[in-house]
């Protein structure tokens, strides 16, 4: 299995977020899978910011719930992320992730 982030490397202040893991060697629909977006800004550690099942059930952090939507393209074989209201405290390396196989991750930096 392989996954692979991608997106803009920075974004401005109070737009939006949006990033996408393309997913190799097995199908988002593969039963209990469950597709993570888990970032780690500088100096902090790994936060988990939510999951979509092989089901496409959706669960989110409750501290970034209000802001995160998690969606996939099962034709591609990609989920998404999209983080709305970005501040700079938002800065950070996205992973995208299925226990245990990761992404390499992706610098996002938000700044004007």
């Known amino acids: 299995v392989q996954l692979q982030e991608s997106g803009p490397g920075l974004v401005k202040p109070s737009q939006t977020l949006s990033l996408t893991c393309s997913v190799s060697?097995?199908?988002?629909?593969?039963?209990?899978?469950?597709w993570n977006w888990i970032r780690q800004p500088p100096g902090k550690d790994l936060e988990w910011m939510g999951s979509?099942?092989?089901?496409?059930?959706?669960h989110y952090s409750p501290s970034l719930a209000s802001r995160t939507a998690i969606s996939w393209d099962t034709s591609k074989n990609q989920f998404t992320l999209q983080l709305s209201s970005v501040t700079p405290e938002d800065t950070a390396v996205y992973y995208c992730?299925?226990?245990?196989?990761w992404g390499q991750g992706t610098q996002v930096t938000v700044s004007p």
């Open positions: 060697g097995v199908s988002l629909t593969t039963h209990d899978y469950w």
């Open positions: 979509i099942s092989y089901s496409g059930a959706l």
């Open positions: 992730v299925r226990v245990p196989e």
